[in-house]
Every structure is written in C-alpha cells, then in structure tokens.
C-alpha cells in the first residue's frame, strides 16, 4: 500500500529558486500533497507559489524557520512527512525518491540529506558536521512528538530532529543528493551577521538539548 506523503516548504524571498522547487514537487508523484509556508515574503516569492497547486500558509507573524514549520505540520495527516529548503539548486525528482526509499523500504525513521558540494573534499567532511541541512523524509508520527518541543524555533528545528531520534535510538539515515545544492551560507543572502547568528543559536540549542528529556 501506498505511504500518503506531504512535503512542507518554508519559505521567505525565495523569488530565485522557488519556482524549480515547486515544479519539481508538485509533478512528483510520490508527494500527495504541497504546503508553502510563506513567513513574510517581500519580493516575488507570493506570486510564484500562488501558480501552482499547493496549500498556502502565510503567517502574519513570522518567528523563524521552525515557527513556521510547527504551524505548517499542525494538522497533518500524511504517513510520511518531506522537509525541503526553498532556496534549493538543482532539485529533481530522483532526489525525492532518494529520501523516502529508506523509510518506506528500510525501516528508517527519518532520512537526512547530504548536499551536494561539488568538490571532493566537501562532500567528504559534510557527514561529520553538524547535520543541520533541511532536506528530510521523516515518519510523521515521529515528528508529532518532536514538534512539540520549544527548541525548534530560530534555527534549532534540525538539531532537535537529531537530537530526539538520537535519544529514541530511530534508525537514521544519511545520502547524498547528487547535483544539489542550495544558493549558499547567510553570507551571501542575508550578510555576516545573520550567518553568525545561525551559527549562535545553533550552538546554543544543542547545549540546551543536553539536559532535554523526551516522554
């Protein structure tokens, strides 16, 4: 039987790449269903999503990417749950059929994937990092419970993904996306001191995740 999927996008001026990115998911037909969260958008980005068939979400109040994602999966029904970054090149359908096999077919609670870098020694030492890329398949009853915690506001959402299944000893997964990427760190989009901010709060999350229990 065939596994209901939903892919959820977070998105905020996204004008350069939304378009491919939703092109890609909503003609996939392993994804039953596109929800957009729009946390904002002042440039083109509105007009885009508004071509395609997708649930739109837009928030009058926007409080970082895991804000808007909590608000997005309230209601979810799907067996399966997708995470994709809006600002995401080269994404194609092979690549979402890359992040559900291990869950549909292996018995993996949530996949991670690995960007593409496009250089040998990138791709080499991206596993040993801290996996905070937004590409993910994950079962959505695991993350019902991950959504509850407060830490996924700002930019703590994929530590505390990593984080509760570590706890729960899930079987996690990590592939490689050949061929894609995203436009690149905050210092090209948003200037130094919004990448030094991510960085932060990151840094700081994880250390608050030392001393969190999950029921």
Aim: aromatic letters at 6%.
């Amino acid at each position: 039987m065939k596994m209901r999927v939903t892919a959820v996008v977070p998105v905020h001026n996204e004008e350069k790449t939304i378009n491919n990115v939703l092109e890609v998911l909503t003609s996939s037909y392993r994804i039953n269903e596109v929800i957009v969260i729009n946390g904002g958008s002042t440039d083109g980005t509105s007009k885009i999503i508004k071509k395609f068939k997708v649930k739109i979400i837009n928030l009058k109040h926007p409080n970082g990417k895991g804000d808007a994602v909590r608000i997005g999966t309230k209601n979810i029904k799907s067996k399966i749950l997708l995470f994709f970054d809006a600002d995401l090149i080269g994404l194609k359908k092979e690549h979402i059929d890359k992040l559900l096999e291990p869950v549909v077919n292996e018995g993996a609670a949530m996949v991670i994937g690995l960007r593409d870098k496009g250089n040998f020694i990138g791709d080499m030492i991206m596993p040993y990092f801290p996996l905070t890329g937004g590409e993910r398949a994950i079962l959505t009853k695991v993350f019902m419970e991950i959504r509850k915690c407060p830490l996924i506001e700002g930019w703590g959402l994929e530590s505390v993904m990593n984080d509760y299944c570590k706890k729960k000893k899930l079987k996690v997964i990590k592939i490689k996306l050949d061929g894609m990427n995203h436009i690149g760190l905050q210092t090209k989009k948003y200037g130094l001191m919004a990448f030094l901010k991510e960085i932060h709060d990151v840094v700081l999350t994880k250390i608050k995740l030392l001393g969190i229990k999950y029921d």
